[in-house]
Nanobody, 120 residues
Framework: VQLQACGGGLVQAGGSLRLSCAASGRTLSMGWFRQAPGKEREFVAAISQSGGTTYYGDSVKGRFTISRNNAKNTVYLQMNVLKPEDTAVYYC?????????????????WGQGTQVTVSS
């Protein structure tokens, strides 16, 4: 499975961005992680295959929303009320095992990353 992420960019604090990640095949659990310079990769959000179960990292709860369109094999991350500390490279991830994964080691497939920069 190949993942293609897009939608990153430069936005002012308080603004919004929507990331998309298209998968080349069917996947079950899908998620988003981010990595800022000098920091470890951090869990952002994950969603089950049906879309009925979602998890969020504490730093993005109430501001970010993950969703998916299985007909298009695509997962989205709507990011609102962006803060400078949200600046990072955002990676989408996918797996063909059931469940909703919040750790990097449980994902087999990774996208190339898309840069999100939030200016103050």
């Amino acid at each position: 499975v190949q993942l293609q992420a897009c939608g990153g960019g430069l936005v002012q604090a308080g603004g919004s961005l929507r990331l998309s990640c298209a998968a080349s095949g069917r996947t079950l659990s899908m998620g988003w992680f981010r990595q800022a310079p000098g920091k470890e990769r951090e869990f952002v959000a994950a969603i089950s295959q049906s879309g009925g179960t979602t998890y969020y990292g504490d730093s993005v709860k109430g501001r970010f929303t993950i969703s998916r369109n299985n007909a298009k094999n695509t997962v989205y991350l709507q990011m609102n009320v962006l803060k400078p500390e949200d600046t990072a490279v955002y990676y989408c991830a996918a797996d063909r095992s059931p469940g909703v994964h919040t750790t990097t080691g449980l994902y087999d497939y990774w996208g190339q990353g898309t840069q999100v920069t939030v200016s103050s």
